[in-house]
């Protein structure tokens, strides 16, 4: 009975690094995604209080209408605030600018050190009249 005694552990090398590759590809799958669907909800959420802000018009009547600024912040910052988010707020004449940011912590990709990613997204929303 012939026993090979040269080739053992050969294999356990090729295993560990296959093993990290595929660690890795699957961190990036799925932080990558998690990172990606955190950048369309924020862009959800600043288009939507743009909107929110955007209906804060004063002089509807005269036919000069334009936003009240004041209203038109709080009501995009009350939206933001009901939905957990930050961000920032700018108000123009007829223009209402909305940026959210968002933090989005990571799963595999803390084994390599990243263990957060931020996002933000930016949306604008202007009054119009038909």
């Not at 862009?43 to 802000?53: F, I, L, P, V």
């Not at 038109?72 to 961000?87: C, D, K, P, R, V």
């Not at 595999?108 to 263990?115: C, I, K, M, Q, T």
Request: contains cysteine.
């Amino acid at each position: 009975m012939a026993t090979w005694r040269g080739d053992r552990g050969s294999v356990t090398g090729f295993v560990v690094i296959i093993t990290l590759i595929v660690l890795s590809c699957g961190g990036l799958a799925v932080d990558g995604a998690r990172v990606v669907a955190a950048k369309v909800s924020a862009a959800d959420h600043a288009e939507n209080a743009a909107r929110a802000g955007a209906q804060e018009i004063v002089s509807l009547r005269g036919g000069n209408w334009s936003l009240d600024p004041g209203r038109a912040s709080n009501t995009a910052y009350a939206y933001l605030a009901s939905h957990g988010l930050s961000g920032t707020v700018t108000v123009s004449v007829n223009r209402i600018t909305v940026t959210v940011r968002s933090t989005v912590s990571t799963t595999l990709l803390r084994l390599v050190g990243v263990s957060s990613k931020t996002v933000s997204a930016t949306r604008s929303s202007e009054p119009i009249s038909q």
